[in-house]
C-alpha cells in the first residue's frame, strides 16, 4: 500500500512558481511571433514595392497591415503589464552609481 503524497509550502511554491514561469514563456513566444509577423509584412510590402513599381496598391494595404499589428501588439503589452503578466527588466535607468553599489 503506498502513502498518500503530502504536499508540503515549499512544493506548493514550486509548483506556482512553475506555472508562472509556463505563462511567462508563452507571452515570450506570442510576443516573438507577432514580432516575426510585422516583419514579415514589412518584407511583403517591399517585394510589392519592387514588383510593382509602386503604382499598385498592395504596398499601402501591406503597410497598413504592418502599422495596425504593431499598434495591437503595443496595447497587448500595456495591458499585460497592467495585468501582471508582464514586468519590467529593471536596467536601472536613471538610477545614480550610490544606489547601485556599482564603480567605476
Given at each position: 500500500m503506498?502513502k ?12 506556482i512558481?512553475?506555472r ?7 507571452t515570450?513566444?506570442?510576443?516573438v511571433?507577432v514580432l ?6 514589412l ?7 519592387f514588383k ?9 494595404k501591406a ?13 497587448l503589452?500595456?495591458?499585460g503589464?497592467q495585468?501582471?503578466i ?8 536613471g538610477?545614480n ?8
Amino acid at each position: 500500500m503506498t502513502k498518500p503524497v503530502i504536499y508540503n509550502d515549499a512544493h506548493k511554491t514550486v509548483m506556482i512558481r512553475l506555472r508562472s514561469l509556463r505563462k511567462a514563456m508563452i507571452t515570450k513566444t506570442m510576443i516573438v511571433f507577432v514580432l516575426i509577423l510585422i516583419i514579415a509584412s514589412l518584407g511583403l510590402a517591399l517585394r510589392y514595392l519592387f514588383k510593382d513599381g509602386g503604382g499598385s496598391q498592395r504596398t499601402v494595404k501591406a503597410l497598413t497591415l504592418r502599422i495596425g499589428i504593431s499598434i495591437a501588439l503595443f496595447f497587448l503589452l500595456l495591458l499585460g503589464y497592467q495585468a501582471g503578466i508582464l514586468h519590467p527588466h529593471g536596467l536601472n535607468v536613471g538610477v545614480n552609481k550610490a544606489q547601485t553599489g556599482s564603480q567605476r
